[in-house]
Every structure is written in C-alpha cells, then in structure tokens.
C-alpha cells in the first residue's frame, strides 16, 4: 500500500529593507577665523593636503635697506575661506594643530558659509592682488543707494557689484557676507553696465 505524504511546504517570508543612500555632500566656502595672523600657515597646510582655499591677499610696497620692494601680504588678517564639505572641515578642524575656528552666523549659530557664484564674485577682484584695491570693514557705510552693475572689461570684467565713489574715484564695491568688502580701482563708466533686473543669486548681498 502506497501511502501518500502530505508535504508542509514553509515560505519564508523575506524581508525587503529599501536602504536609502545618503545623497554625497556638497562643498561649501567656510569662512574661517585664524588666530595670531597665521592665515599663510593654515594656506600652506591646506595647500598640502590639496583642499582649495582663498586668502585676499594683495601687492604693497615697502622699503627695505633704503630700496622699494614688492611684496604679496595678505590684505586681512586672520581671515582664509575654505572650499571642503562639512565632514571635510570637522575632519580638518580635529587634525590640524593650526589655531583656526568658525566664524558663526549670529542669527542661526551656524558656521558661516559663502554662496559658491557670491565666492567666484569676489575672487574675481581680490584674485588679481592688485596694489590698489580698497579693503573696507565688514559694515563700510550706507552704499545702499549705489546702482548694481556689472564690469564688462579690464582686469575685473564679470564682477558685480555697487558702483559707488571710495577715496574720491568711481569704484565697484563687492561685500561678502558682512564679513569683508572691497573696492576695484578706478573703473571708467565706459567698462560698466547696469544690472537692471538683478539675480539674487549671483550678486553680492546688500550693504
């Protein structure tokens, strides 16, 4: 007699875990505060480690031994800003024995950082480390009333900013967070136009 056997079939049920990827940081300038005007150690360090940073620096002349030499010194000291994601800056913040530390919004009590088109902005002046550019503090007067503008030629052509009279000559002013402002030399009304329709996104912030 054949007998027949039931089989007990067990599925297992497989649980699915849908396992969401972190989206990949994204860089950010920080704006960084050095202590002791070591700005050009810290630069030295992150050019070694191959992370991008800017320190405004510009030519001034001083006279040595009765003999007038050039030299590239940093405009404002203990100021650099660094192009790195944020773990990127914890990281280098915990290894470095640099005095370095972050310069904080005050409304959010985050760590200030430079939109990337306001950051290209002002190393379009500041880069050229021209000897006559005017280096201003963070909060330098009311040019609210200064028409927005941009430079279409000349060592400074693509920045934008407010076309106001510093030190007696027609100059375009970029401001940067309320942290640092400067001036370009003198810019003719010939290499300007004005920025009728402003983006909010590529210009500097108001004064």
């Excluded at 470095?96 to 950051?119: A, G, Q």
């Excluded at 050229?128 to 430079?151: A, C, H, M, Q």
Aim: glycine letters at 6%.
């Amino acid at each position: 007699m054949v007998q027949h056997y039931k089989k007990n079939c067990t599925f297992a049920l497989v649980e699915t875990r849908i396992i969401k990827k972190k989206a990949p940081e994204e860089k950010a300038w920080y704006a960084i505060r050095v202590t002791y005007n070591r700005e050009l150690k810290v630069k030295e360090d992150l050019d070694a480690r191959g992370i991008t940073n800017f320190v405004p620096m510009q030519y001034r002349r001083e006279e040595r031994h009765g003999v007038m030499v050039k030299r590239l010194v940093p405009s404002v000291h203990n100021l650099i800003f660094i192009y790195i994601t944020p773990s990127g800056m914890k990281e280098y913040k915990m290894t470095t024995d640099l005095p370095i530390r972050y310069i904080m919004n005050r409304e959010t009590h985050k760590p200030i950082t430079v939109p990337t088109s306001e950051m290209e902005n002002f190393i379009k002046v500041a880069g050229t480390y021209e000897e006559k550019l005017v280096y201003l503090s963070p909060n330098p007067g009311d040019f609210s009333k200064g028409e927005r503008v941009r430079i279409i030629g000349g060592m400074f052509a693509g920045a934008e900013g407010i076309f106001v009279r510093v030190k007696g000559d027609r100059r375009v002013l970029i401001n940067v967070q309320g942290l640092v402002a400067v001036a370009t030399t003198y810019v003719h009304p010939s290499m300007i136009e004005k920025i009728t329709d402003p983006d909010k996104n590529t210009l500097d912030n108001a004064l």
